[in-house]
């Protein structure tokens, strides 16, 4: 089965740019999406098809994926980033989700 | 604005099956895919479903031989069944609605918005 892999953890101090991966196979030949989780609330989503951005997210949100590596940077990072984040693709008629990546802001 | 809120019981005994519904506001089914996704206490998120607006469905193939999803005579809201469930089943309960683009989920698939999630333990 298709497995996307992510970083367990990412520190960025403010208004630095932080810049979270996703790795699958080929994965550049999927569209990737991206979530972000604060703690005990629902996901919401920040990127869908590798770098478009819904209504209401931030410019600082962008998305890139190329190859095998799909990408989730946030630029002048913020205290209120600090969240989980997680990368989706399709495989296979399934969804499948990265393990998460906690971004911390220090 | 589409608004998805999930219901359903807290506590469910192994063996038995778990029931979940979604209700949908500010919206109509038609049109879109509606999925269940799940999130164990501390760990990530696992899609479980989804259901077209047409009555097609398509279940991820690790929980398939034990899910239903299913809409309601009303169209209004949309179900989750999964039998025969383990503490391992226990979980926060999501519900989304699933774009796919240009009718299919290979040139893109995303969920939003979700629903606020219904913590289901399964205990004895």
């Known amino acids: 089965s298709y497995e996307l892999t992510q970083p367990p953890s990412v520190s960025v101090s403010p208004g630095q740019t932080a810049s979270i991966i996703c790795s699958g196979d080929k994965l550049g030949d999927r569209y990737a999406s991206w979530y972000q989780q604060r703690p005990g609330q629902s996901p919401v989503l920040v990127i869908y098809q590798d770098n478009k951005r819904p209504s209401g997210i931030p410019e600082r949100f962008s998305g890139s994926n190329s190859g095998n590596t799909a990408t989730l940077t946030i630029s002048g990072t913020q205290a209120m980033d600090e969240a989980d984040y997680y990368c989706?693709?399709?495989?296979?008629?399934?969804?499948?989700f990265g393990g998460g990546t906690k971004l911390t802001v220090l | 604005q589409v608004q998805l809120q999930e219901s359903g019981p807290g506590l469910v005994k192994p063996s038995e099956t778990l029931s979940l519904t979604c209700s949908v506001s500010?919206?109509?089914?038609?049109?879109?895919?509606w999925s269940w996704i799940r999130q164990p206490p501390g760990k990530g998120l696992e899609w479980i479903g989804y259901?077209?607006?047409?009555?097609?469905?398509n279940y991820n193939p690790s929980l398939k031989s034990r899910v239903t999803i299913s809409f309601d005579t009303s169209r209004t809201q949309f179900s989750l069944k999964l039998t025969s469930v383990t503490p391992a089943d226990t979980a926060v309960y999501f519900c989304?609605?699933?774009?796919?683009?240009?009718?299919?989920?290979?040139?893109?698939?995303?969920?939003?918005?979700w629903g606020q999630g219904t913590l289901v333990t399964v205990s004895s």
């Open positions: 989706q693709a399709w495989d296979s008629s399934t969804v499948v």
């Open positions: 500010g919206g109509s089914i038609s049109s879109h895919y």
């Open positions: 259901m077209y607006y047409t009555g097609t469905t």
């Open positions: 989304a609605r699933q774009h796919c683009s240009g009718g299919s989920c290979y040139y893109g698939t995303w969920f939003d918005p």
